[in-house]
């Protein structure tokens, strides 16, 4: 099985597999909505995600109306609520380290103190 990033689809592949014309995918691109790699042939080669890229799409002009333009916002805010999304969960994992090592230390602090009264009891 491959990659799901790893361009292996021929443009006809992917026009069969969709159900749509060739000339639609390159469409797709002239617009900027996909990006599928290039063989030193210049052979347009297409992955997964690009295959899944090009179903929501297809999706979103057929079945909701969305326009290419309107497409294309709708992609582009969706990789921005990726990136947040990211972002968002890298800084819930460092405030989580944060109060942790800081009750460690808290208690560290805590078995000092009560060592040291210890002693001074003692």
Known sequence: MHNYDEPVYLISVVAKILEIHPQTLRQYEREGLVKPSRTEGRMRLYSQRDIDKIKLILRLTRELGVNLA????????????????????????AIMEYKYKNEVSQKKNNYGLLVNKKEIEE
Do not use: R
């Open 70 to 93: 309107g497409v294309d916002i709708i992609l582009q805010l969706k990789d921005k609520i990726s990136k947040l999304e990211a972002e968002n969960e890298s800084l819930n994992i």
